[in-house]
């Protein structure tokens, strides 16, 4: 029943969004909420797990909302304007220069995340370029949107919050994952305009030949007019400019602060380089508040549904349903007493509940180049938040599994690991030891990193246990 109350809710939910009849709020806080109450559970109980699911959801949201700032109140001083004025002005009648400039003004007019703020950017500034050389005006929008769509992957960006499946995902993590992929698409696109150059080229050469003859005349380009922008602070361009680099250099090399803060620091920072009255910069923060709300509302409204989803346990009944209309075989389980051989690698398992009832660490036997067996570990759960007394009460498993977790952590001790490999990052020195060549495996290999690591974690919810206080 409550997998078929889960179905019934998605299918719902999405109509709702994808009709856009009403805003997302509706489809991804209002239905689930009815939905948990539909499952059994009280008014209370559905929305503490509603308030569980938004908690994942705040590092999120602050991003959404000042990284979207930051790039607002710089869009706003026309800081962005210039640059793309100057880069119109560095192609001097070149097509293929131009088309390039197409790209990068557009990829750098994504950088709030909004696709207006792309398109009022670029398609303005690079359209009566284009209407001199006789281009259609569909390339050049086909251009800014393959350029654009790279940058969707930002973590600040609303489509990346779009696709998210779990709120509780760094979207810092989930974008520098991306960054290969916004490399490819970003190179791609170059690509494109290089084509369509070469097309341009030979369909409209005396256009081109004309213009390149203008800038030679000292009239192909023009400075920007601001005469309708009171906001916009065109002689504080460099400094905007040198801020603007410093803040990529901090986003790309500051890794052990939350992104966030450091998008909260370089929003108030560009505010008090620019406006120095009060009414000036409440006029900012208002005139883009929606844009800035939209996606951190969205989020909102994604975490209380999957909160949902998870406490009332329609993600496990529907999983289940499905699974048990999908035909399939079981060719064998695991058994820890039989490893799983491939060629020269051999898999152990072992159940190890605690985490949940099913956990399952594996080791792995190899042999280096001097044909000495390596083992690799991993213990397959030690969050130990979700083996609190409370958690487990509250999602109806055996309080049992805290025993289990102790007993299985001081069994597997005896296990001969040499590399460690831990669930989370956080949980070991790992990414410290990564030497600069990838395939140096030596960094890693600590025969005493196991029993130490286990004992830590049993350890850490010993603590927990003692507090008597759900924490995540």
């Known amino acids: 029943m409550i997998a078929v109350i889960g179905l019934i809710m998605f299918a719902v939910s999405s109509y709702l969004a994808l009709s856009k009849k009403m805003h997302l709020m509706v489809p991804f806080v209002v239905v689930p909420v009815i939905a948990g109450l539909f499952c059994g559970f009280s008014l209370p109980e559905v929305l503490n797990f509603a308030a569980e699911g938004v908690t994942g959801t705040f590092n999120s949201v602050l991003l959404c909302i000042f990284a979207v700032l930051y790039f607002s109140v710089l869009s706003e001083t026309g800081m962005f304007d210039i640059m793309v004025n100057r880069l119109v002005g560095i192609t001097r009648g070149n097509i293929y220069i131009v088309m390039v400039v197409t790209v990068l003004v557009a990829f750098i007019g994504h950088l709030d995340g909004a696709y207006n703020t792309t398109y009022l950017i670029a398609i303005p500034a690079l359209a009566p370029l284009y209407k001199r050389l006789n281009i259609d005006r569909r390339s050049l929008v086909l251009l800014v949107s393959l350029a654009a769509a790279p940058m969707t992957a930002m973590a600040w960006g609303q489509p990346a919050k779009m696709t998210v499946f779990d709120p509780s995902i760094d979207p810092v993590v989930m974008a520098s994952s991306l960054y290969p992929v916004v490399a490819i698409m970003l190179g791609l696109a170059v690509v494109t305009s290089l084509g369509f150059g070469y097309y341009y080229s030979k369909k409209n050469a005396s256009e081109i030949a004309l213009l390149r003859k203008s800038f030679e005349n000292g009239g192909g380009s023009q400075k920007v007019d601001f005469s309708d922008n009171p906001l916009a602070r065109p002689k504080l361009f460099w400094a905007n400019f040198a801020l603007f680099l410093g803040s990529l250099a901090c986003f790309m090399f500051m890794t052990g602060v ?191 990193k196991w029993p130490a690591f286990l004992e830590e974690r049993a350890e850490s919810l010993r603590k927990v246990l003692e507090r008597g206080v759900y924490q995540r």
């Open 258 to 448: 939350k992104t966030y803060v450091l998008f909260m620091v370089f929003s108030c920072a560009a505010l008090l380089l620019n406006y120095h009255t009060q009414k000036e910069q409440s006029q900012i923060i208002r005139k883009h508040s929606a844009t800035m709300l939209a996606p951190a509302i969205l989020f909102l409204g994604i975490g209380i549904m999957v909160g949902i989803l998870n406490g009332t346990g329609m993600v496990t009944a529907m999983v289940d349903t499905v699974l048990g209309i999908v035909p399939y075989e079981t060719d064998c389980f695991y058994e820890d007493e039989t490893p799983i051989v491939m060629g020269d690698v051999a898999i152990r398992t072992r159940l190890s509940a605690g985490h949940t009832p099913g956990t399952t660490s594996f080791f792995v036997e190899m042999k280096d180049e001097e044909g000495k067996t390596v083992v690799w570990g991993m213990h397959g759960g030690v969050g130990i938040n979700t083996m609190n007394t409370d958690y487990l009460q509250k999602v109806r498993l055996p309080l049992s599994l805290q025993e289990d977790f102790f007993r299985g952590c001081e069994e597997m001790k005896s296990i001969h690991v040499d590399i460690c490999t831990p669930s989370h990052p956080s949980h070991s020195d790992m990414l410290e030891r990564i030497p600069e060549d990838r395939n140096d495996y030596r960094p890693f290999v600590d025969e005493g």
